[in-house]
């Protein structure tokens, strides 16, 4: 506001267009939240924003630096605090625009190279879930783009969305991405893991379950399987809160069974973990046997 009269006073042009960028992304998942965290990255996408607005309302170009969570919900690193912060964005752009005034809410997925994004790490755990990042260059030519055209709320990340779908399960149930999920989704599962468990007898698939929950685990410790110890408690082997439910999801997604966190996180070893997954395969595999044969009854 001060900014504003002093303009005003010296006679210099007004402010026609206003950018906002602040931010900081310090993530937590929702458990973890607490109200200084909470507030800490609210403030400057909210607060900051909302002023932004109320001091320049008449901006001609009003425009909102967003971010992927807002749409997605927390990905990966579990940025509820982030995802909501941005989602303010999102949501006053349109409240903007129903006022009749300019704003143009652009989220990016990460970017590589520079930025919070690279400054927090976290791009290979979410390339591994299927959100790439954008180089600078090609993300500055989406500017230009977006500004060209100004929609009220457009989000640009660099997806493979079949990864994501498998990764994300909340975006399957938004109605948002109908159209990639028609496209993209799939049917959960992988078909041939469970198939090859299927025509396994009882030692062979205790050993297909092995190899498949070392890999899977040495994906998410980013390490090779053959460091993996099957006796060694997972957690012991580095696995945290974050790198669990990033195996629960994999795990749901290729086997159609849900492993609870507190499983995960009693720390249990490959040796048991494969047990217990043994366990909850045989309804899966139970149901599949019952799809086949209503499959060729009807046929
Ligand atoms: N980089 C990415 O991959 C990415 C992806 C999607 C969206 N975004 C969004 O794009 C925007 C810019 O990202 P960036 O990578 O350029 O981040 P950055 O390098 O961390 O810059 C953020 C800026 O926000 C300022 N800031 C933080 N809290 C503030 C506050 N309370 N009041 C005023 N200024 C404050 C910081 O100022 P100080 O340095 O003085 O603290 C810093 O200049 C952010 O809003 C971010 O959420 C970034």
């Known amino acids: 506001?001060?900014?504003?009269?002093?303009?005003?006073?010296?006679?210099?042009?007004?402010?026609?267009?206003?950018?906002?960028?602040?931010?900081?992304?310090?993530?937590?998942?929702?458990?973890?939240?607490?109200?200084?965290?909470?507030?800490?990255?609210?403030?400057?996408?909210?607060?900051?924003?909302?002023?932004?607005?109320?001091?320049?309302?008449?901006?001609?170009?009003?425009?909102?630096?967003?971010?992927?969570?807002?749409?997605?919900?927390?990905?990966?690193?579990?940025?509820?605090?982030?995802?909501?912060?941005?989602?303010?964005?999102?949501?006053?752009?349109?409240?903007?625009?129903?006022?009749?005034?300019?704003?143009?809410?652009?989220?990016?997925g990460p970017w590589n190279g520079i930025g919070l994004a690279v400054r927090e790490g976290g791009l290979d755990q979410l390339s591994r879930l299927g959100v790439g990042s954008m180089a600078p260059a090609e993300a500055l030519d989406v500017f230009g783009r977006v500004l060209a055209r100004r929609p009220a709320q457009v989000t640009v990340a660099r997806l493979d969305w079949p990864e994501v779908f498998t990764a994300v399960p909340s975006a399957r149930a938004t109605g948002q991405f109908a159209a990639f999920l028609d496209e993209f989704g799939g049917t959960g599962g992988s078909p041939q893991l469970l198939e090859r468990c299927a025509q396994a007898g009882p030692q062979e698939q205790r050993e297909i379950v092995g190899d498949y929950l070392t890999e899977r685990l040495a994906a998410v410790l980013q390490t090779g399987a053959g460091d993996i110890d099957p006796q060694v408690p997972v957690v012991e082997m580095g696995l945290d809160s974050l790198m669990a439910l990033e195996l629960r999801v994999r795990v749901k997604a290729d086997l159609g069974v849900v492993v609870p966190m507190v499983r995960l996180l009693e720390g249990p070893s490959v040796e048991q973990l494969t047990d217990h997954v043994l366990g909850l395969l045989t309804e899966v595999l139970a149901a599949l046997d019952g799809d086949e044969e209503r499959e060729e009854i009807t046929l």
């Open 1 to 108: 506001a001060a900014l504003r009269a002093e303009l005003e006073r010296e006679g210099l042009p007004p402010v026609v267009g206003v950018a906002h960028l602040a931010g900081i992304a310090r993530g937590a998942m929702l458990a973890g939240l607490d109200v200084e965290l909470l507030r800490e990255v609210a403030e400057p996408k909210v607060a900051g924003a909302w002023n932004l607005h109320r001091v320049f309302g008449d901006a001609s170009l009003f425009l909102l630096v967003s971010a992927l969570p807002a749409v997605f919900g927390p990905v990966g690193v579990g940025a509820a605090n982030y995802a909501a912060a941005n989602a303010f964005l999102d949501a006053l752009a349109h409240h903007r625009r129903g006022l009749d005034t300019d704003a143009v809410a652009l989220g990016y």
